[in-house]
């Protein structure tokens, strides 16, 4: 349904089209212009829509939002007939009255129109820069409609010819195809770009303004492709050098995904476009991207590792939905993973073929893991949701989507060999360029390529939620060693998620016996089931999920969960040490396990070398600290859990060695942070303290060289804790100064990591300041949420402020402020937050289901104290007592 609920349409009136526009008008062509006034901060356009129409219509549906639409026909043979427009629902169904039917056959929309310019990063909106205006668009997934009348669904691809009317002189005008002609009259510049293949509507995009241009050499011709493709980056003025970082490393990425799905790229050039204030991470529009600055504007000097790997995963990511999503495009939002699932995967595999160094397998796990813990809400969406309200489009957009249906794509690749799995994509990709496809399509694809069922187990995890958790249990009495397996959906203690659901998983084990180290495989479809390990050795332990391949959590006896620790760590992946890991997590939360047994377990995992299993423990600790411990032990979980990464942190120390790797240089950023601000170690805090003052130049000159990139963040965040409101005051002058969004980011990080009942203040009113960035108003309210002082005020601000609050950000980033309460602890307060936003969450774009998630950790995390909460306190008090 396309509305957003029953109370804002006319009362009795049942022909608005609920859901999906009816399909017996269908457009075919769009010529569109668009005419930007800064000036008035306005646009104005002309839209010609040829559309195909099966039976006579005396009404044709559509979209537009907030549109003024002042000239409307529609020509047909028989002649050119006037029509009214008129826009129907708040979120954009629009109707175009005829007095007498058209059809069936060929027509032509043709309307003029106007509106305001929109500031909060979607439709076609407003950035401005010092002195300058441009105008940047952001359509995905139902913003179209606020740019332009049109067929604002993803199943409609059209091709579209776009032309840009340029005022100004010192404009300058981007879109996603190469210029086709440029015409100058009386002092306008009207700027025709080539006609694009079949699109989406939500694929369109331009840019206008100063804008500065970096190109690069074409990506020349590769197997696939015969041609050589243009490639140039756009930023604003006077900041196209800063794009030398992206540019050089763009081409290797597009050249290993043509070699994947042997497809050459499908436009005829690419350009890279830096937006200064952009609500997602970036946007695949077809030939040109839009990125967050801080993704493409990289100083190769002085970037931290983390925006460095971030460029790699994002830009491979986007390049990937240049095929899967752009060529194909699903034909309904409720086939998103088709896009989201597929790039994130995919870039994650292309980073791992381009740059090996990155470990983008591991990291892959790290999102997939973390979606685990998204999915294990009884509130959770399935990978694949029916769509019944706009806010299920907006809510499709999350981890689910894009992480969960990552790793049930690496999943099955693993089960059906990575070569079969490219020849059924390649058979889907190929049966479907340049129009829309559904999951059935892939899943037929795969399963002709592979010879196999493969849609049957597929559909078990795109279309249920939550997450299998397998009891395995080693036999060796019998007929030969054996794992018996018990499938059930994993439920943290407190849930009310139905445990009844069924998947099909291919479980993998890997193991030891009798000196070597074997894997086994077997479909689990059943709720039990068997799986036989080679020879007749009984092994000696046993990893329950080999690489950490599938999508599930295992769990076993306390004895083989022992031995696996003990006797197995040394032969198990860094995948499968993480997953392990993780699995203590698990088993900490859903009560499989006491408290006291999991903490103990975890010294060997904190001092591992390699990056991801060393921080694994890190959430547990914070767990421990925050929840359940209590005044009397909370000194004690703390000193527990600093004692753990002490050793990291002397073998890492405050400076980089010579050579030394990213994911090092990681580890040094997550063990300073965790020694400085969850787990204090006074002399490690006292040394962030006093490098960060250097580094901002609180005393003196600003030094630079005082601090790792990788540790601005926390030694800035440590100076204003120590140093207090001076300190907090030279930040946001600093942050107010600087057009740079890695340098902004890393002061408003540490605006927001205070206690201090005045500077919490000062930091929540600067989600309504216009001196930031709108997509950067929530940074200081999402780290006061994580604050336990500043938790209560927070949510006291957000109350207090709402209204202001939406108006700043936007209804669609206001459907997330509910995560803001996430945090706390108590079934009292999570009644609180939704009494106070009942009446208002239907408002919110994607609101509802994310506060019912934020209710559901709540009352989760309180049921979790009541359950581990003894059993924590006493580990606490005997390992501090120990000592
Ligand atoms: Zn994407």
Known sequence: VLVLGCALLPRGDASIPRGRLPGHVRPVHYELEITP?????????????????????????????????????????????????????????????????????????????ASDVARDLRGFYRVDVADDAYGFTQFEPISARRAFPCFDEPAFKTPFDLSVVLTDPQLEAVAGMPVAETKSSGGTRTVRFATTPPLPTYLLAWAVGPLDRLQAPPLPATGPRQRAVPFGGVATRGRAPELRYALERTPPLLTDLEAYFGIPYPYPKLDVIAVPDFGAGAMENAGAITFREYLLLIDASTAPERQRRLFSYIMAHELAHQWFGNLVTMAWWDDLWLNEAFATWLGFGSVGRVEPEQGADVILLEQVLAAMAADSLASARSIRQPITSNHDIRNAFDAITYSKGAGVLAMFERWLGPETFRDGIRRYLSAHADGSARTEDLLAALSQASGRDVAAPFQTFLTQPGVPLVEVTTRCAGDGPALSLRQSRYRPVGSHADAGALWQIPVCARYAAGGAVGESCTLLSGREGRLPLQG????????????????????????????????????????????????????LHADLRGAAQVYSALGPLARDPQR?????????????????????????????????????????????????????????????????????????????ARRGRLYAGIDGAPDEAALEPELVESALAAAVQEGGAPVWEILLAQLLESDDARVRGERLTALGQVDDPELVARAQRLALDPVLRVNESLTTLWYLSERPAARASTWRFVEENWDALVARVGSGRAGQLPGLAAGFCDTARAEQVADFMAPRIQKTEGGPRNLAGALEQIRLCAALVEAQAASARDFFRTVSARR
């Open 612 to 688: 991801a299993v060393a921080i694994a423990p890190m959430g547990l600790l914070r767990t421990g600290i925050e929840q359940l411990a209590d005044e009397d032990t909370r000194g004690a979980a703390a000193g527990f859990a600093r004692r753990l990464y002490r050793p990291q942190f002397e073998r890492l120390g405050w400076d980089s060695a010579p050579g030394e790797s990213g994911d090092e240089r990681l580890l040094r950023q997550e063990v300073i942070q965790f020694l400085t601000h969850v787990a204090p170690d006074p002399a490690v805090r006292a040394e962030a």
């Open 536 to 587: 007749d050795a009984c092994p000696e332990w046993v990893m329950p999920n080999a690489e950490a391949a599938g999508y599930y959590r295992f769990t076993q006896p306390a004895d083989d969960a022992a031995k696996l620790l003990d006797r197995g760590r040394d032969a198990l992946s860094t995948r499968e040490r993480v997953a392990v890991a993780h699995s203590l997590a698990a088993a």
């Open 37 to 113: 006034r800064f000036d008035l901060d306005r646009f104005l356009g002309r839209v010609g829509i040829r559309v195909e129409i099966t039976r006579p219509v005396r009404t044709i549906w559509l979209h537009g939002r907030n549109l003024e639409v002042t000239d409307a026909t529609v020509s047909t043979d028989a002649g050119t007939f006037p029509a009214t427009w008129e826009q129907r629902t708040r979120d954009g169904v629009a109707a175009l009255q005829l007095e007498e039917p058209v059809g069936p056959g060929s027509a032509r929309i043709d309307l003029r129109f």
